[in-house]
């Protein structure tokens, strides 16, 4: 069974509107961490946000949120307010702190339009 | 600057030629991993360490060997690369404590 689930291959926004990029996982790990990466197209992976799997509270930084529904095993990342720097590849990934391993979903590539 | 470097950036190869893929983080981390990217599989572990000498196989380690004599690096090594291994690897490391991940500027490996 995938361990991260991103079913959505491609996504577009209209500048300045928010988007959400819907994220599903699978464990059985009660420990484990939740992070969102971008990947514009110059290819480098950069950090976005984290959630843990005890936080209470949703994790935001900036314009980004993770909407954090444990019970539903989903991890969302909403953007607000869409600039075209935004248009990139988004991946969602999942740590178990039991076994370390990191696992990546496929991605969404989302395209910001003017 | 803190900062994961990788060597080389790109990288043609022939098959069965051996090659080693270096990695280097200057932030002291605990933890270091390889990842490959190939299009529509998004980003898949090959190895990972929790430190010095620890090495742990993640979902796709056949065909690759790592070591981590050092905290500072952890090579990645191809003994006979296949065109199967084309690839953009990634290197990442980070704390036991922080779990960001910091990645290096990823390998773009061509074995014809």
């Known amino acids: 069974a995938q361990k991260i689930t991103q079913t959505q291959p491609g996504m577009f926004v209209q500048e300045k509107e928010a988007v959400t990029l819907d994220c599903t996982y699978d464990t059985s790990d009660p420990s484990y961490g939740l992070f969102w990466y971008k990947q514009p197209s110059s290819g480098e992976m950069i950090f976005l946000i984290y959630?843990?799997?005890?936080?209470?509270q949703n994790a935001t930084e900036g314009r980004y949120s993770l909407n954090f529904q444990k019970a539903r095993k989903s991890a969302n990342l909403v953007i607000s307010a869409s600039q075209l720097g935004d248009s990139a590849m988004y991946f969602c990934?999942?740590?178990?702190?039991?076994?370390?391993?990191?696992?990546f979903g496929t991605g969404t590539s989302l395209t910001v339009i003017p | 600057e803190a900062q994961v470097t990788q060597n080389p950036r790109y990288l043609i190869t022939v098959t069965g030629k051996k090659l080693t893929v270096t990695c280097s983080q200057n932030m002291n981390h605990e933890y270091m991993s390889w990842y490959r990217q190939d299009p529509g599989l998004g980003l898949r572990q090959i190895y990972y360490?929790?430190?010095?000498?620890?090495?742990d196989k993640g979902d796709v380690p056949e065909g690759y060997k790592v070591s981590r004599k050092e905290k500072r690096n952890f090579p990645l090594i191809l003994e006979s690369p296949s065109p199967n291994q084309t690839s953009l690897y990634f290197c990442?490391?980070?704390?036991?404590?922080?779990?960001?991940?910091?990645f290096g500027p990823g390998t773009r490996l061509t074995v014809t």
């Open positions: 990442a490391s980070s704390t036991r404590v922080n779990y960001e991940q910091y």
């Open positions: 990934a999942m740590r178990e702190f039991t076994g370390n391993q990191f696992y």
């Open positions: 959630q843990g799997s005890y936080d209470q």
């Open positions: 360490s929790m430190n010095v000498e620890v090495t």
